[in-house]
């Protein structure tokens, strides 16, 4: 679509604000865990792409995540991943990028059997 | 669905006399008081007359003037010396 | 000579003579030079003197009726101040409805006033342009007066202190303040669509009629007094944003798509921001109006359907998701105050959970929602309170790329599940809340690709640091006096020394 402004050139000034260069070699990764609502959105975090995908489940998760009543009964190995809605089964050793998560990816977990405090998602 | 207009005024003693005028001249209207206003609903049409606020206060009384009480209104305008009128027709 | 004596002439003849006629067509620049902005968007004008002004408003009579509305607002925000009005509101968690206002609504009112002084130099038609003109005066005057109310909350209560360094940097101000920068970078018709037609006229009674209603109700008069006052400028800005669109209809059918795009982006947008207000009447008054449902009922169905209703025989329709709007209005309130209620250690106002009384209320106001979805949730955070753990979230949000809110909102008919929305634009990835922000994304990905998210900003390292600490000292928040729970807050510590004294002269 043709971009309506008054410059003609408009589209090539344009300075896209977080392309990834100015995240200081991080990528911006989005996790979610389903429903569990109380946690009201995504949360965001600038990640080396290198990190491995165990210290997401390791060190990140606890640490944001920890303080839900649910938290102590996740079965990890019946966890269900999607990254960016793709289904994937991932492997603690290998990087976040090797998993293809990248700039801006989201990652999503449900929780089989927990569905937020007393059910309610939250 | 029916085609409300609406007007809603301050409820100061400014106000009043209009309010009144309105439902007086304009049958079928719906007065909704709330907190400090007050909302006036009628199907159609809506007219505030000069002369009937006029005959309340007992003094001259411009249709300007309601600029000082309005706090809302619904509805196409149409503004002369002796009236102001709110209509969805045209 | 002979002098005839001549009836006085009616005001509409009146009003002809002294508005028209006083433009005057350039000789020595072109007309496109002179009116750069005119024709980029591709607005067709073929007659500008075919413009009606609605309300008949001579230039004179504008500034006698401005007088006195000055006039008696400064005489009762004197009164409240010199006779403590503060002391008599509803309670003090009142306040913070008022902070959320004053900074998030008034630096708004400034916006627009540039907005329109902007419009009324580019539009080349002089009926529009003296409107516009007038309008801008009218904005400046609203923010003027919000800055006495606020200047006097300022001198007893926390949260007041930088609104103007805040409006610029703090996360959850990003959302008002990026609607109007939208609004403001766009076009002159564009915006004279965005704020004079889907703002005013069909959104803004939600938020100062019901919200002032309820300022009167709890005691506050400061605030009831500009509310008004303000309002019965709107009047004339509704009137002006509904005689714009029937114009712009009216001059060429080529304009109806153009339109319907604005109206469909700007009613969603509208819908966005107002969100903070559905908390504010739901959760953050102590003596409520109306729930925000019944507000979206009488404002936008009734009053909006006749209006849409009227403006069908140009061909255009009811804003694009306005059904998904009315569907979101039983949760909108409970989803924002959550996030507030998690994130108040980065507010510059006070949270606290319902009440016992208030989730009932909020349960027979909200009967398919509220028991199933949201009350749990406040049980579960009353525990966790109760067991000395309460709830913070520690990290930040992900947030709309176009309307900034982190992205809590759920999916149509799906409660449980959060609405995740992607684009892709050169190569970037794009995250929206919903269909609504995502088809602005996709109309204008240029734009929208240049947000300043405040997430996003905070990691690239141009807040202040990387701890919270940091950030909220870039706001110049004060810690432990600004944000943080109501309980325990220096506000209620005031608050309670005054109602004690209050006690003992009772006796």
Redesign the interface.
């Known amino acids: 679509?043709a971009?309506?402004?008054?410059e003609k050139d408009?589209?090539d000034k344009?300075?896209?604000?977080?392309?990834v260069e100015?995240?200081?070699g991080?990528h911006?990764v989005?996790l979610?865990w389903?429903?569990h609502?109380?946690?009201?959105?995504?949360?965001?975090?600038?990640l080396p792409p290198a990190m491995p995908f165990g210290a997401l489940i390791q060190e990140i998760i606890p640490?944001?995540y920890g303080?839900h009543?649910d938290f102590a009964s996740i079965d990890w190995s019946a966890v269900r991943w999607t990254i960016?809605g793709k289904e994937v089964t991932p492997d603690p050793a290998k990087s976040l990028a090797e998993h293809g998560v990248?700039?801006?990816?989201?990652v999503r977990f449900w929780t089989p059997g927990l569905h937020?405090?007393?059910g309610?998602?939250? | 669905m029916p085609r409300i207009v609406s007007i809603t005024l301050q409820n100061t003693d400014a106000a009043r006399p209009i309010i009144e005028a309105i439902t007086e001249d304009n049958p079928g209207a719906v007065v909704h008081s709330f907190p400090g206003i007050v909302k006036i609903d009628r199907e159609g049409s809506l007219t505030v007359h000069r002369a009937s606020v006029e005959s309340r206060i007992g003094r001259d009384w411009d249709p300007q003037e309601l600029h000082l009480s309005i706090v809302s209104m619904a509805g196409n305008v149409d503004e002369d010396d002796d009236y102001f009128g709110l209509a969805w027709a045209h | 000579m002979t002098m005839v004596a001549k009836a006085k002439l009616g005001l509409k003849q009146r009003y002809a003579l002294l508005t028209r006629g006083l433009d005057w067509e350039p000789s020595y620049q072109s007309k496109s030079a002179v009116y750069p902005y005119a024709e980029f968007e591709g607005i067709k004008i073929h007659d500008w003197s075919k413009w009606e002004d609605p309300f008949r408003l001579t230039m004179d009579a504008y500034w006698k009726y401005q007088a006195e509305k000055e006039r008696k607002l400064y005489a009762v925000l004197d009164s409240f101040a010199q006779n403590n009005g503060q002391m008599g509101l509803s309670d003090v968690r009142y306040i913070n409805a008022i902070k959320l206002f004053l900074t998030g609504v008034s630096p708004l009112e400034y916006q627009a006033h540039r907005g329109f002084a902007h419009v009324g130099r580019h539009i080349p038609g002089v009926g529009p342009r003296v409107a516009a003109q007038m309008q801008s005066l009218d904005e400046l005057r609203h923010v003027q007066t919000q800055i006495h109310t606020l200047s006097h909350y300022n001198k007893f209560f926390d949260g007041f202190h930088e609104w103007q360094h805040m409006h610029d940097r703090v996360w959850y101000l990003s959302v008002p303040k990026s609607f109007f920068d939208d609004a403001r970078t766009a076009g002159p018709f564009e915006y004279f669509i965005a704020i004079g037609f889907a703002f005013e006229y069909v959104l803004t009674n939600l938020l100062f009629v019901p919200f002032m209603s309820g300022a009167a109700y709890n005691g506050d008069l400061a605030t009831v007094t500009f509310g008004f006052s303000a309002q019965s400028d709107e009047s004339r800005h509704m009137t002006l944003g509904i005689e714009v669109i029937k114009f712009l209809l009216e001059q060429d059918p080529d304009n109806l798509p153009i339109v319907q795009k604005w109206v469909d982006k700007w009613f969603w947008r509208g819908h966005r921001v107002l969100g903070l207000v559905a908390m504010m009447m739901d959760y953050m008054l102590p003596k409520k109006i109306m729930s925000w449902r019944e507000a979206w009922d009488i404002y936008f169905t009734e009053a909006g359907g006749s209006l849409f209703e009227d403006l069908a025989r140009y061909g255009l329709k009811v804003p694009k998701y306005a059904d998904v709007a009315t569907a979101e209005a039983d949760h909108l309130s409970h989803q924002n105050w959550s996030t507030f209620y998690q994130y108040t250690q980065a507010a510059a106002f006070h949270t606290w959970l319902p009440t016992p009384q208030e989730m009932d209320w909020l349960s027979e106001k909200y009967p398919t929602t509220f028991d199933k979805h949201y009350r749990p949730r406040y049980e579960m955070w009353a525990e966790m309170e109760k067991e000395g753990k309460r709830f913070y979230n520690n990290a930040l949000p992900q947030l709309c790329t176009v309307c900034q809110i982190p992205m809590v909102y759920t999916e149509p008919g799906d409660p449980g599940t959060i609405a995740f929305r992607t684009s892709q634009h050169k190569g970037e990835t794009y995250h929206c809340c919903s269909d609504g922000c995502k088809d602005i994304f996709d109309g204008e990905p240029e734009k929208y690709s240049q947000s300043w998210l405040p997430v996003h900003q905070i990691f690239q390292g141009n807040c202040g640091g990387a701890s919270v600490e940091d950030v909220l000292k870039w706001y110049r928040m004060n810690l432990g006096a600004d944000n943080l729970d109501q309980a325990g807050s220096p506000d209620q510590k005031l608050w309670n020394e005054w109602m004690a004294a209050r006690q003992r002269v009772a006796g």
């Open positions: 679509m971009v309506v402004a008054l408009y589209a344009v300075e896209v604000r977080d392309r100015n995240f200081h991080n911006v989005y979610h389903e429903e609502l109380g946690f009201c959105a995504a949360l965001a975090f600038p640490t944001y303080m009543p960016d990248g700039h801006k990816s989201l937020g405090f007393k309610s998602h939250s």
